[in-house]
């Protein structure tokens, strides 16, 4: 059986506080994102359900993923938040490339954090090739990222991102510019079964291209209560967004 997805976007970092402060350099959190973790922490129960932690390599998902997770990643013996690049902000702006992997190891070793990088490699911060921030790039990297989920051995795994790639890693863009450049709040979490493939799925190129579905009950959480989008529909949602993305300033190549 294939396991259920708790997906998450990241806390406040202090890229948040506006586009004047997208020109730093792989954010951290915020005191209110610190602050929005702990909330996050008490409203997930039971968190011992939760398997297994991953998260964007980028600091705020990753400190948003240990504060968060605190509880699992200490009582669990061994157990390590997992960081994957394919869970890489979108863009080539500066708030959205990472660290240098020498450097973030070297971070996350002296502060011995539970985190296990062995899925970054070098160069995962240059934003070309797999990470170009342009549709098909994109949207294979979500494709990517679905299969090795839906292909793990757990029953509960929480997923921390950010608002623009949870859009294609979902292949769900209602309401995807309610705030800049996605429709998720911080520390919003929304809970994905994986479905049957029918290749109707917004992106679908391939067989098995694990197409996930919110679940009613998390619909219901945040307060939704109409039918969600059908793929046909999700198509048309997905241009406007994309279109108003840009006129946010934040364009994607599409």
Same mark, same amino acid.
């Given at each position: 059986?294939?396991? &259920?997805?708790?997906?998450? /976007? ?11 402060? %997208?020109?730093? @350099?792989? #954010? ?101 090739? &797999?990470?170009?921030?342009? /549709? ?11 299969? %090795?989920?839906? @292909?793990? #051995? ?101």
């Amino acid at each position: 059986m294939s396991p &259920r997805i708790h997906l998450i /976007r990241h806390a406040q970092g202090y890229h948040n506080l506006g586009p004047e402060y %997208w020109n730093l @350099a792989d #954010p951290l959190l915020t005191d209110e994102g610190k602050r929005q973790c702990l909330e996050l922490s008490d409203s997930l129960s039971p968190k011992s359900t939760i398997d297994l932690v991953c998260a964007s390599p980028m600091r705020r998902a990753i400190y948003t993923g240990l504060e968060a997770f605190a509880s699992i990643l200490r009582d669990r013996e061994g157990s390590k938040l997992i960081a994957l690049p394919d869970l890489q902000e979108l863009s080539n702006f500066a708030c959205d490339v990472g660290t240098d992997l020498v450097d973030l190891q070297k971070e996350i070793d002296e502060a011995n954090l539970p985190v296990n990088l062995s899925f970054v490699e070098e160069g995962w911060t240059k934003k070309t090739g &797999r990470y170009e921030p342009t /549709r098909e790039k994109i949207q294979a990297r979500a494709r990517d990222t679905r299969r %090795w989920l839906k @292909a793990r #051995p757990e029953e509960e795994i929480a997923v921390v991102s950010h608002g623009g790639f949870l859009h294609f890693l979902t292949e769900d863009w209602e309401d995807g510019c309610k705030h800049e450049a996605t429709a998720w709040a911080n520390v919003e979490f929304r809970t994905y079964e994986f479905v049957a493939d029918d290749g109707n799925s917004p992106s679908a190129e391939q067989s098995d291209d694990a197409p996930m579905r919110e679940t009613a009950d998390s619909r219901h959480r945040r307060g939704k209560t109409n039918a969600p989008p059908t793929c046909e529909s999700q198509k048309m949602i997905c241009e406007q967004t994309l279109l108003g993305w840009a006129e946010q300033g934040y364009p994607i190549g599409i």
